[in-house]
């Protein structure tokens, strides 16, 4: 998965639709922290988290992708 340790729990919170987890994974590959930086699986994870009604997540995504 190229994850470090730190960030499997996040990982594997998000792929259980968990969207403080979703928020948070985003957040790291739009950074480029404990992944590989992917701002496509940045932007997927954003959404589906705003999609849910995560007000950070929308937040987010319209700072990193409105532009």
């Not at 792929?15 to 994974?25: E, G, I, K, P, W």
């Not at 009604?53 to 319209?62: I, P």
């Amino acid at each position: 998965t190229g994850v470090q340790t730190f960030a499997l729990p996040i990982y594997k919170a998000a792929r259980q639709d968990n969207v403080d987890a979703q928020f948070a994974l985003g957040t790291l590959y739009c950074e480029g922290e404990g992944v590989k930086r992917d701002k496509q699986k940045c932007k997927e994870l954003l959404k589906k988290a705003s999609d849910a009604g995560h007000v950070e997540a929308a937040r987010a995504f319209t700072r990193w992708f409105s532009r």
